[in-house]
């Protein structure tokens, strides 16, 4: 699928317990594996990026990650494959003003 036909898709995702930072190395990399098997059975998921939502110790309680999919339906499938919980899939919206930068 042509990049320009996929969809933004912003997910977070909310842990029931916290995690550390080398659970969570491992989560991506199931994560990953995951997004290349969807990829080989002909459905495309690709992440742009992911911030990793802390505790004041450090722990992992969540992310927050941009996706370029082809649908929701894709984005739910990946989250569904590698075991990986789903609070919610928005899109971005327009961006607010001020400074960014």
């Known amino acids: ?4 036909e996929l969809e ?23 994560s990953t594996a995951c997004r290349r098997e969807l990829e080989d059975a002909g459905m495309t998921v690709r992440a742009v990026e992911s911030e990793v939502l802390t505790d004041r ?9 941009h996706y370029r999919a082809e649908s929701e339906d894709a984005v739910r499938e990946h ?8 609070s919610r899939i928005d899109r971005p919206g327009p961006p607010l003003g001020g400074d960014f930068k």
């Open 57 to 65: 110790d450090g722990n992992v309680t969540g992310t927050h990650c």
């Open 79 to 86: 989250a569904s494959r590698a075991e990986l919980p789903l």
């Open 1 to 4: 699928m042509a990049e320009t």
């Open 8 to 30: 933004d898709f912003l997910i977070l995702r909310e842990l029931e317990e916290q995690i550390t930072q080398e659970q969570l190395q491992a989560v991506d990399e199931r």
